[in-house]
């Protein structure tokens, strides 16, 4: 036993360096340059889409948190995806006050297809996705237009924030989430960032226009669009100030949905897309270092039950009160190296030395889903879109 215990623990300490030197060389980030076009006033119009399914809960936020943005020259479409509830409605009372949103409302198809009907709708130079359990921050929109001034980005992608802070489990995902997207400063060094937020993307129309629809093979239709311009040999832009607000899952059933969904449309677009494995022609960060390190990330998911088997041992025959200590605040320790924690969403609080036992639980929920994402991936069943009981809770 004690052979596995050694295993184990190089391993642990391998992938604990290994998220150290990721996240190490996101320090090295600086914003993306923006042209002269921009100080010369650079203001096309933004077309705003947001695909809604059932989301009369956080809609009118939504729309609003457009509406009142810095930026003006915007027209927003909500396509109002065969919603059973209040969705459209809602949206319709916005409608008859603002001469800027527009409802579209069509039968059930998905969102791909839905999102493919505000493009197409669409009159803007730019087009920004926006989910509708989603709100921007004030400045967002200034932030991804002054980025796409400079010619030479095809798409800008914001920074998406879990705003359901009052419970434990919103507050992991939150974690998640900065962690997450503090590796894509490192993706825009050397640009290799390939996963498109759903919630927050900017794109150029030419750029849409040039690789054709969101398709639906997928369950995660970003993923799909974003190695599609990435083979196009786009350059994408991430700029971390512009926000988003989401509400992450709020049960342990709706995050299982979550990370199935993401998992099984992760599958399903590296199958479809597998020229990008080992190919320095694509980019050698992305192909080499990226794409791996995301491989090994889905075979650690499924050794989770060794981990943890290996854990529970070793705490019952070698119980080593300072090695314990120190391997608990692992995790804490690589949290708070972001050191650049800023504003409300991003405070360092007492939960933070709670997350090891918590992402521990999360890691069983991401294992299951594993399971199940390759069972349909193998059998090739669909997964639709996710599905949870909205609070509301971004705040």
Not at 82 to 89: F, I, L, P, V, Y
Not at 219 to 245: F, M
Request: one cysteine or more; a positive charge.
């Amino acid at each position: 036993m004690d052979i596995f215990l050694k295993i184990g623990a190089i391993y642990i300490i391998g992938a604990f360096f290994r998220d150290i030197y990721r996240l190490s060389v996101g320090f090295f980030y600086t914003p993306p340059v923006t042209s002269r076009k921009n100080r010369r006033g650079y203001k096309p119009l933004v077309t705003v889409v947001i695909p809604a399914w059932n989301e009369e809960v956080g809609i009118i936020r939504t729309v609003r948190s457009v509406l009142h943005n810095s930026y003006k020259n915007i027209e927003v479409i909500v396509v109002d995806d065969g919603s059973t509830d209040e969705t459209a409605k809602r949206v319709q009372s916005i409608v008859n006050r603002s001469k800027r949103v527009r409802l579209i409302s069509q039968i059930n198809g998905g969102k791909s297809s839905a999102l493919n009907t505000g493009i197409a709708a669409a009159k803007g130079e730019l087009i920004l996705t926006l989910d509708a359990d989603s709100y921007l921050e004030p400045a967002s929109l200034s932030k991804m237009v002054a980025t796409l001034s400079n010619k030479k980005y095809g798409v800008a992608i914001g920074e998406v924030v879990v705003g359901n802070l009052r419970t434990w489990l919103g507050r992991a995902q939150h974690y998640e989430y900065s962690v997450g997207f503090h590796l894509k400063r490192s993706q825009h060094l050397f640009n290799s960032a390939y996963i498109f937020p759903g919630a927050l993307t900017m794109f150029r129309k030419a750029v849409l226009e040039e690789i054709g629809q969101f398709t639906d093979y997928s369950s995660t239709e970003d993923l799909d669009i974003s190695l599609r311009i990435k083979q196009a040999g786009h350059k994408i832009a991430y700029v971390e100030s512009a926000l988003c607000v989401t509400e992450g899952a709020t049960t342990i059933k709706g995050l299982l949905n979550q990370r199935t969904r993401w998992r099984h449309g992760y599958l399903e677009c590296l199958l479809r897309h597998k020229e990008f494995l080992l190919s320095p022609k694509k980019g050698w960060y992305l192909t080499l270092v990226d794409l791996p390190m995301q491989l090994l990330g889905v075979f650690e998911v499924l050794l989770f039950p060794f981990i943890l088997a290996m854990l529970v041992y070793s705490l019952t025959i070698h119980v080593n009160p300072i090695a314990l200590v120190g391997a608990y605040c692992l995790m804490p320790l690589l949290l708070l190296m972001l050191g650049d924690l800023r504003d409300n969403y991003r405070q360092v609080s007492m939960w933070v030395f709670a997350m090891p036992i918590i992402l521990m639980f999360i890691e069983g929920v991401e294992y299951v889903a594993l399971l199940k994402a390759i069972y349909r991936t193998v059998r090739r069943r669909k997964t639709t879109w996710t599905v949870w009981q909205r609070t509301g809770a971004t705040n």
